[in-house]
């Protein structure tokens, strides 16, 4: 099993920056894709940014050259660097991982969720 810490989320005036984390820890897996969404009050969760296990990232279209999803391998950590930030980024924050459990032959491909951390944008 795969356990997620996320971090970063606070209050942050417009037009300013918030950096997230989430770290992810387990024995015998290979932590795939990682993602973060976003859920805002009365709205629907969606994709913010992924990043594929080889760096290859996808941007939702509101936050393309604002925010910059990375990842480092050697600690199974993904990071959301979020600039320029707007009111309507005010959501909460969740992270994704997809990950490989090997026990043995057998492959299990499973996800799991961050508990999520809360952005908010003041105007």
């Not at 990071?79 to 490989?100: G, H, I, W």
Request: charge should be positive; proline fraction near 2%.
């Amino acid at each position: 099993q795969v356990q997620l810490v996320e971090s970063g989320g606070g209050l942050v005036e417009a037009g300013g920056s918030l950096r997230l984390s989430c770290a992810a820890s387990g024995s015998a897996v290979n932590i795939n894709a990682m993602a973060w969404y976003r859920q805002a009050p009365g709205k629907q969760r969606g994709l913010v940014a992924s990043i594929s296990s080889g760096g290859d990232t996808n941007y939702a279209d509101s936050v393309k050259g604002r925010f910059t999803i990375s990842r480092d391998n050697t600690k199974n950590t993904m990071y959301l660097q979020m600039n320029s930030l707007k009111p309507e980024d005010t959501a909460t924050y969740y992270c994704k991982v997809d990950y490989t459990a090997v026990r043995g032959p057998i492959y299990r491909y499973l996800e799991v969720w961050g508990q999520g951390t809360l952005v908010t944008v003041s105007s």
